[in-house]
């Protein structure tokens, strides 16, 4: 894959995205279906904000969140990605995206897709800070900060937000419906990305209403490996309606 390719896409996001990091993954099949070259910058475990309140990379793997890696693209200076020692399981491949997004030249691709929230949810980030919109510890400062980074890299990038998709938790008994962490549920997230989308002139992909169909306990076994991670044919359902979506509004 030729990644200075004009015309390309990069995809942001997190393990719905960065899974099946071969022929299997979103961002491969999407590749496939759309003949475009995709870029996989996505990264399991990975979030929208900082994890600390005090907007310090404490937590290693903030460097990886996109208000982190943002900051790296912006200045081309990736040491804090490079030196960070992450030593969960699933994390192998960090250091070789890290690598190639080093070389790239991020002025070729043309458009940006952003799939974050559903780490945010689950490490009960607050969704807004209603007394500083730029709070880079909450979703939605976060999400203003890298819009304005990545402009100030392209102005004309097309910036796509793409929701992640409903989840399922079979070992609680729940769903992200009745799951609260923080006061919160997933679908607040996903609102306020489609209102960010509004403020920010960026474009909007729902996956999550009228995707999966999520009326018995059970359906999770229909997309997912476990209630969270699509499977192999949900990848590709996923794929399938970002291309729809992309070739629609040409």
């Keep these: ?13 997190d393990s719905l995205i960065a899974n099946g990091r071969d022929e299997n993954s979103v961002a491969k099949k999407l590749s496939e279906i759309t003949n475009e070259t995709v870029f996989n910058a996505a990264f399991g475990g990975t979030g929208m904000a900082y994890t600390r309140s005090d907007e310090r990379i404490a937590y290693t793997k903030d460097s990886y969140n996109l208000i982190g890696l943002s900051q790296s693209i912006l200045t081309g200076d990736y040491r804090v990605q490079k030196n960070a020692r992450i030593m969960e399981a699933g994390t192998a491949y960090f250091g070789t995206v890290i690598f190639w997004m080093e070389y790239m030249d991020f002025l070729k691709a043309d458009i940006i897709l952003i799939e974050q929230a559903l780490n945010d949810y ?22 203003r900060v890298v819009v304005d980074r990545l402009r100030r890299i392209k102005p004309d990038y097309r910036i796509i937000l793409v929701t992640p998709t409903y989840t399922w938790y079979p070992h609680l008994g729940l769903t992200c419906e009745d799951y609260v962490i923080e006061g919160q549920i997933l679908e ?9 989308s509004r403020e920010l002139g960026v474009e909007f992909i729902d996956l999550y209403h009228d995707f999966y169909i999520h009326e018995k306990a059970d359906d999770w ?29 040409e």
């Design 122 to 143: 689950q490490s009960g980030v607050p969704v807004e800070n209603p007394e500083d919109p730029f709070d880079m510890s909450s979703y939605a400062g976060a999400m």
């Design 1 to 13: 894959m030729d990644l200075y390719d004009r015309g390309s896409i990069v995809f942001f996001g």
């Design 221 to 249: 076994m229909r997309y997912t490996v476990d209630g969270v991670h699509p499977s192999e044919e949900a990848r590709e359902l996923i794929a399938r309606r970002i291309a729809e979506y992309l070739e629609e509004q």
């Design 188 to 196: 607040d997230f996903i609102e306020k990305q489609e209102e960010l």
